[in-house]
C-alpha cells in the first residue's frame, strides 16, 4: 500500500534557481498539507488544501512560495526564486475524509547554495 | 486558539530507563490528542492517539492517557531502546478544516 510519495527526496540548486516539490497523496485522502522542518523554527505547516482547493495559506513564508493542487492526486510546491534561507526538509501529508489523523511522505530536503 | 506545549529535549536515557515526555494544551471543545515520532531522517509517523477524555492510547510498548482535568497526554514507555531514539511530536486536533496543531517536538537519544 504505496504512502505518501514525494520527489526528489533531495535537491540542491543555487540561490535564484526555481525549485519545484512534487507530492502525490494516498489515493481516497481529500486533505494535503506542506509542512517546513527547519533546526531554528521546527516544523511549520505552510498550506493545506481541501478537496484541491486551498483552505489556509498563512504559513507561507512570502510571495516567492506558490502552491497547487491540479487534482485529487498531485500537488506542488514551488519557490522561485529561491534563496539560502529556503535550505529546509519539506514534508506533505494527507488525510482521509473526516480523520484528523495525517499520514506525511518521506521529505524532500532542499539546500540551496 | 489551540496550542500544545511539550517538554524541551534533548531527553537523554539509558537503555531500559523509564520515559516521560510531557505533553499539555489548550483548545476549544473535545480536539483529539496525537503522538507522532520522527525516526532520521524520515517523515513523522502517528505513534498512538486518543480520541476522548480518559482514553489511553497505546503501541509499541509506549501510552499516553487523554487526562482532560489536567489537559494533559503525557508520553511514557517502561522501558525505553537504543531503537526508539528519534523526535517526539505532541499534536491535537483537528482545528480549522482537519489541521493539526503541533507541539515544537522532544529529541529522545537512548545509550546503551
Known amino acids: 500500500d504505496a504512502g505518501v510519495i514525494q520527489s526528489p527526496r533531495h535537491e540542491v540548486t543555487e540561490m535564484g534557481q526555481e525549485v519545484t516539490l512534487r507530492c502525490k497523496p494516498i489515493s481516497g485522502h481529500n486533505s494535503l498539507f506542506w509542512y517546513r522542518q527547519t533546526m531554528m523554527r521546527g516544523l511549520e505547516l505552510l498550506i493545506y488544501?481541501?478537496?484541491?482547493?486551498?483552505?489556509?495559506d498563512s504559513g507561507m513564508p512570502e510571495d516567492r512560495f506558490s502552491a497547487k493542487m491540479p487534482n485529487a492526486s498531485f500537488s506542488t510546491l514551488k519557490i522561485q526564486p529561491s534563496e539560502p534561507r529556503d535550505s529546509a526538509v519539506y514534508f506533505c501529508a494527507s488525510s482521509p475524509p473526516s480523520s484528523p489523523r495525517q499520514f506525511f511522505g518521506p521529505g524532500t530536503r532542499l539546500t540551496v547554495l | 486558539g489551540n496550542s500544545v506545549t511539550q517538554m524541551e529535549g534533548p531527553v537523554t536515557l539509558s537503555e531500559e530507563a523509564f520515559l516521560t515526555i510531557n505533553c499539555t494544551y489548550t483548545a476549544t471543545g473535545y480536539p483529539s490528542l496525537f503522538w507522532y515520532v520522527q525516526y532520521p531522517g524520515e517523515g513523522l509517523q502517528l505513534l498512538l492517539k486518543a480520541t476522548k477524555a480518559d482514553d489511553k492510547g497505546s503501541n509499541k510498548g509506549f501510552e499516553a492517557t487523554y487526562r482532560k482535568e489536567t489537559t494533559s497526554f503525557h508520553l511514557e514507555k517502561g522501558s525505553v531502546q537504543v531503537s526508539d531514539s528519534a523526535v517526539y511530536f505532541c499534536a491535537l486536533g483537528p482545528g480549522g478544516g482537519n489541521k493539526l496543531t503541533f507541539g515544537t517536538g522532544t529529541q529522545l537519544k537512548v545509550e546503551l
Open positions: 488544501f481541501n478537496n484541491n482547493v486551498p483552505i489556509d
